[in-house]
């Protein structure tokens, strides 16, 4: 028998503002055409003043230990994914155990940008396939309107704000692809493309936080070669093929790009989870935040094989296959 990370419960929260296309567009030189024409965003969410990013993720995760049906007692671990902290330290993680009540156990952070979220499911996956833990909090979760140029139209409309939460708990299974839980994780970073995505500062920097820069026609073309890439990868690992996707839940960056992949892979559209239109690019958090999206409306059920991936500045990029 081996040991797998079956998905429990998932959880989400979205900050209570909507901010239009049209809204935009008295702030900044922009329209809403010109939006959804090159992204397919109509609006997005953003935080209130003075809810951070610990907020969002503390109503995501209990949102997520309800539905799995158990409390912060019975956690182990919290890997939080985030490119956007309280603060440069501590963790957000462990601001999120303290808000939980979780006494026990470890919590902790993982910077991957919009990769996060993948990343963050692949290390509560090995704590757990190497017995450390039994059942981890993974939470996506993100303020990138605080790291925002609102005078720069090519980025600012891009993003929102919201996180999103899985429980991950140990069963034994027979370790092949038939099994529940995840099938394969893929992950990969590519250090040269710095330039093309990044914030103009940092503690160690500038002592600043900075803006978000970025080359959008470059990550672009970065991101249907990588992701494509990385699924088929991530797909040979477990054993299956594009036909066997159920649901790919991709990272919701650009409806131009999600779709590209998905005719890379050969899939049909009516195979993707969606929500960029409604969420915008919410970074670490919009993997979880579609997911959950799926599960609560039944698109995604038992049995069902679903694709994650994602790619973020820095770069990096992967992807995980989990039976439902």
């Known amino acids: 028998m081996v040991l797998r990370s079956v998905v429990a419960g998932c959880g989400s929260y979205l900050p209570e503002r909507i901010v239009t296309n049209e809204e935009l567009a008295r702030k900044v030189d922009t329209s809403h055409d010109w939006i959804v024409q090159r992204t397919g965003i109509h609006?997005?969410?953003?935080?209130?003043?003075?809810?951070?990013?610990?907020?969002?993720?503390?109503?995501?995760?209990q949102d997520a230990l309800q539905h799995a049906?158990?409390?912060?007692?019975?956690?182990?671990?919290i890997v939080l994914a985030t490119a956007t902290p309280d603060e440069t330290f501590p963790s957000t993680a462990t601001s999120v155990q303290a808000s939980l009540g979780m006494t026990r156990g470890a919590a902790f952070d993982v910077q991957a940008v919009c990769s996060g979220f993948v990343y963050a499911t692949n290390v509560a996956d090995n704590f757990i396939r190497?017995?450390?833990?039994?059942?981890?909090?993974?939470?996506?979760?993100?303020?990138?309107?605080?790291?925002?140029?609102?005078?720069?139209?090519?980025?600012?409309?891009?993003?929102?704000?919201?996180a999103g939460a899985i429980i991950l708990q140990g069963q034994e299974g027979a370790g092949d692809s038939a099994d529940r839980g995840i099938l394969s994780n893929c992950l990969h970073s590519d250090g040269q493309h710095h330039d093309l995505l990044y914030v103009d500062g940092g503690p160690s920097s500038t002592q600043s936080?900075?803006?978000?820069?970025?080359?959008?026609?470059?990550?672009?073309?970065?991101?249907?070669?990588?992701?494509?890439?990385?699924?088929?990868?991530?797909?040979?690992?477990?054993?299956?093929?594009?036909?066997?996707?159920?649901?790919?839940?991709p990272h919701q960056a650009n409806q131009r790009i999600i779709?590209?992949?998905?005719?890379?892979?050969?899939?049909?559209?009516?195979?993707?989870?969606?929500?960029?239109?409604?969420?915008?690019?919410?970074?670490?958090?919009?993997?979880?935040?579609?997911?959950?999206?799926?599960?609560?409306?039944?698109?995604?059920?038992?049995?069902?094989?679903?694709?994650?991936?994602?790619?973020g500045g820095g770069f990096t990029w992967g992807a995980s296959v989990i039976r439902w």
């Open 43 to 61: 609006s997005r969410h953003i935080a209130a003043d003075g809810e951070m990013t610990s907020d969002l993720a503390v109503a995501a995760a």
């Open 69 to 77: 049906g158990i409390s912060a007692d019975d956690l182990d671990m």
């Open 130 to 162: 190497l017995g450390q833990a039994n059942n981890v909090l993974v939470i996506g979760a993100e303020t990138f309107s605080r790291i925002l140029d609102w005078k720069d139209r090519s980025t600012c409309v891009l993003f929102g704000d919201g």
């Open 209 to 249: 936080v900075g803006f978000l820069r970025m080359e959008g026609p470059e990550v672009f073309k970065h991101a249907v070669r990588n992701l494509a890439s990385v699924v088929g990868e991530a797909l040979d690992a477990a054993g299956l093929t594009p036909s066997d996707i159920s649901w790919l839940v």
């Open 259 to 311: 779709s590209t992949t998905a005719r890379k892979l050969k899939m049909s559209e009516e195979k993707i989870v969606m929500t960029v239109d409604h969420h915008a690019n919410t970074s670490a958090a919009s993997i979880p935040l579609a997911l959950t999206e799926a599960v609560r409306d039944g698109r995604v059920s038992g049995g069902d094989v679903v694709v994650l991936e994602a790619m």
